[in-house]
């Protein structure tokens, strides 16, 4: 079982009438993520009808920090200004317990 000891959470708010390119966005961030070994838990949800988030788990920060500087983060940053109402909220989190298949 993978050792997971950090997090992320990253919350964005869908400017109106962008929610399903938003969903779209985050559905192919799987892709991008699957290439990523130290990336061990990535989920992308909605929260609300324009709110969505991304919580991902990584062994240590070395890995948190790869993944922010990657592909997928910086397709965030890119295109924050076009999908997302404000900029996107990103929360460093240390995981004290998890559970894994």
């Given at each position: 079982m993978a050792n997971i000891n950090v997090a992320l959470h990253v919350q964005v708010e869908a400017?109106?009438?962008?929610?399903e390119e938003v969903a779209a966005f985050l559905r192919d961030g799987l892709a991008i993520v699957q290439e990523e070994p130290d990336t061990v838990a990535w989920?992308?949800?909605r929260l609300g009808p324009s709110t969505f988030a991304i919580f991902d788990a990584f062994p240590h920060d070395a890995a948190r920090q790869a993944h922010l500087a990657g592909r997928?983060?910086?397709?965030?940053?890119?295109?924050a200004?076009?999908?997302f109402a404000q900029?996107?909220?990103?929360e460093q989190l240390d995981v004290l317990a998890h559970k894994l298949p």
């Open positions: 400017q109106p009438g962008k929610e989920f992308a949800v997928l983060g910086s397709a965030l940053t890119e295109r200004g076009e999908l900029p996107p909220s990103v």
